[in-house]
């Protein structure tokens, strides 16, 4: 603190400099007027200005309101709505799944004929380290790294999903941050009111719902077996851990719990339960006994090790199609490698490379019938970067890629476009 003398001393050089300050600000220009002085001559010819082409069509575009917010007098009608305020400005745009428009009710989802509908589910506490509350925005946010408004077509397959089909952002489901318990049962209901929507030509409306952490399994498996029916939905599932304990502390849900509930429940029958990437010190002796008993298929990692990750995949998408006609991918991000992914809470080394997951996830949502599809266990506050996120959100990518390539028939075992697997040039 100064003292009283100080004090006495500076206030008259403050008031000095103040009035200094007031009294060229008219004049003068605080940031940049360094470069306010003699100026080398302009050539003849030379515009001091870049000169703009007055007759772009989109020369006004960027201040142009889009449709969506201009209203209508009778009232929203049902159909979508653009994040983007303004034409051309997809980063400055309200943040949604991969830059998409915006869908609220059942009815906006029939009138615009849509082929996926992304939600968010910020479940937090079924799981043992808190953040994957965050994972939903994150993914979100993550769309940065798209491009606007141009094709962006899937290099592997020359396939564009965004362009291909209608992909929208549904929102949020509801959250008691208090109660997964609670959760678990809006959460059934919010997933099943799009899976419900069936347009002219009989397809519905796929559901992905991005997490939140694991405990999203039940609900969401849940509500495809309320459309599809009991037992006629198969799961493959992508995780670190097996998720099939049975105590929590008295819980009967939390993250690690979900698929004993959905074999106890008998919504889904064991035999079609396909785990993949299992790894670390869960499950024990027991659990893998219990798996064997009910009729699991799983891959451990030190079986892709012992025999390759390629055989393995073939294995899986053939027993993902050797079951019910429907499929659910349910994909934990600690299914990669921490070092590809540090932003989960249960990190385990020694997982996949995001170049062997991605083929697979494409190629499941290719080569059989998936009708929903879950991203859970991203805490991007575990991670100072951008990378989980990222990888996150080409998880969902290679997904939506693989349902598009399905549309269009290009359901070959491993397909590839031919102008992106050699050159073509003559190699003689």
Not at 22 to 44: C, M
Not at 62 to 90: C, H, I, M, N
Not at 386 to 408: D, P, W
Request: hydrophobic share 40%; net charge negative; charged share 20%.
């Amino acid at each position: 603190m100064l003292k009283d003398t100080n004090i006495r001393t500076v206030l008259p050089l403050l008031a000095a400099t103040c009035a200094l300050l007031l009294s060229t600000a008219v004049s003068a220009q605080y940031f940049g007027h360094e470069y306010e002085g003699r100026q080398a001559p302009i050539r003849e010819g030379e515009q001091p200005v870049v000169p703009l082409d007055t007759e772009d069509p989109t020369y006004n575009a960027w201040r142009t309101p889009l449709p969506s917010y201009e209203g209508e007098k009778e009232g929203r009608k049902p159909g979508l709505v653009d994040p983007a305020r303004f034409y051309g400005q997809g980063y400055a745009q309200l943040p949604t799944f991969l830059h998409q428009p915006l869908a609220f009710t059942p009815e906006d989802l029939a009138a615009a004929e849509v082929d996926v509908a992304i939600m968010g589910a910020f479940t937090d506490m079924g799981s043992g380290a808190r953040g994957a509350s965050r994972g939903p925005n994150a993914v979100r946010n993550s769309s940065i790294y798209l491009g606007y408004g141009a094709r962006q077509p899937h290099m592997h397959v020359m396939v564009d999903p965004l362009q291909d089909m209608t992909v929208v952002d549904y929102g949020n489901a509801p959250n008691d941050m208090m109660s997964t318990e609670r959760t678990i049962h809006a959460v059934r209901s919010f997933v099943r009111q799009v899976a419900e929507v069936q347009h002219a030509d009989g397809s519905r409306v796929i559901p992905f719902i991005i997490g939140g952490d694991h405990s999203l399994m039940y609900p969401d498996v849940a509500a495809l077996t309320d459309v599809y029916g009991k037992g006629n939905v198969g799961v493959v599932h992508f995780d670190a851990h097996y998720d099939a304990g049975k105590y929590g502390f008295g819980h009967l849900i939390n993250h690690g719990m979900p698929v004993y509930r959905l074999i106890e429940e008998d919504l889904v029958d064991g035999r079609n339960f396909i785990q993949v990437a299992l790894r670390g010190y869960y499950p024990d002796e027991k659990a893998f006994e219990w798996m064997r008993e009910n009729g699991f298929r799983y891959h451990t990692m030190a079986e892709i090790e012992r025999r390759g990750f390629d055989a393995v995949m073939e294995d899986v998408i053939k027993e993902a199609n050797d079951g019910p006609e429907y499929i659910f991918v349910s994909f934990d991000i600690d299914t990669l490698d921490p070092a590809f992914v540090p932003g989960t809470g249960t990190p385990e080394p020694g997982g996949l490379m995001p170049r062997e997951v991605f083929p697979i996830i494409r190629r499941l949502c290719a080569e059989s019938n998936v009708v929903g599809f879950e991203l859970v266990e991203l805490a991007p506050l575990m991670d100072p970067t951008y990378v989980s996120a990222l990888n996150a959100n080409r998880v969902v990518r290679e997904c939506l890629t693989g349902i598009a390539m399905r549309k269009q028939g290009l359901t070959d075992p491993h397909y590839l476009s031919p102008l992106t697997v050699t050159h073509g040039q003559d190699k003689n």
